[in-house]
């Protein structure tokens, strides 16, 4: 978004200066609801049954 650094760094540390900074780990519900579409439709792009071996 901002091409310079200096002018980066500046805006950040004026919206940080005074805020409580959250780091959050884990996987947000999108990325979950992601990976379970993924995973319900892996058994029709590839051919396999879902519990992964042939009848």
């Given at each position: 978004?901002?091409?310079?650094?200096?002018?980066?760094?500046?805006?950040?540390?004026?919206?940080?200066?005074?805020?409580?900074v959250?780091?959050?780990?884990?996987?947000?519900?999108?990325?979950?609801?992601?990976?379970?579409?993924?995973?319900a439709?892996?058994?029709?792009?590839?051919?396999?049954?879902?519990?992964?071996?042939?009848?």
């Amino acid at each position: 978004m901002f091409e310079d650094t200096t002018v980066t760094t500046a805006v950040l540390d004026r919206l940080l200066h005074h805020a409580s900074v959250l780091s959050i780990t884990g996987d947000s519900y999108r990325m979950r609801r992601h990976r379970d579409a993924i995973a319900a439709l892996r058994p029709a792009l590839t051919g396999t049954p879902t519990g992964g071996e042939f009848p």
